[in-house]
């Protein structure tokens, strides 16, 4: 991978989300605060990978958007604001905390979709 794809998370194309660095920093900035617990709510589990496939299979065709705003509504409990407004201040943008944590659950959000691309869970047109 080149220096310009930028880093990405296990599985994800970017295909969706682009850049993923604000998520390397949350991760970064939670481990710095020695807070495991908001690493592992922010890395992608068995429970989401179900949870897609189950949505994908009774709704059968979703637009891509409506599954995006679900989701991200699904990972916002899982992101810590101040943690991921501070990942946003390192990534030199300046985020109100609940913005900040949207934008985090968002990327959450699309490394599930791509990931679920990834495995044939979720067909993107």
């Given at each position: ?56 299979s009774e709704a059968g065709r979703l637009r ?29 943008v300046e985020l109100s905390a609940g913005d ?12 599930l979709v791509e990931a679920g691309e990834e ?7």
């Amino acid at each position: 991978m080149g220096e310009e794809e930028g880093w990405r998370p296990p599985f994800a194309s970017g295909r969706i989300a682009g850049v993923y660095e604000p998520l390397r920093l949350y991760l970064e900035v939670a481990r710095e605060l020695g807070r495991e617990d908001l690493v592992e709510r922010a890395v992608l589990s068995e429970e989401d990978f179900s949870w897609l496939r189950q949505r994908v299979s009774e709704a059968g065709r979703l637009r891509l958007l409506d599954l995006l705003d679900e989701l991200e509504e699904r990972f916002l409990e899982r992101v810590d604001p101040e943690v991921a407004r501070e990942a946003f201040r390192r990534y030199v943008v300046e985020l109100s905390a609940g913005d900040a944590r949207r934008r985090i659950a968002r990327l959450l959000a699309s490394w599930l979709v791509e990931a679920g691309e990834e495995w044939g869970h979720v067909k993107l047109g």
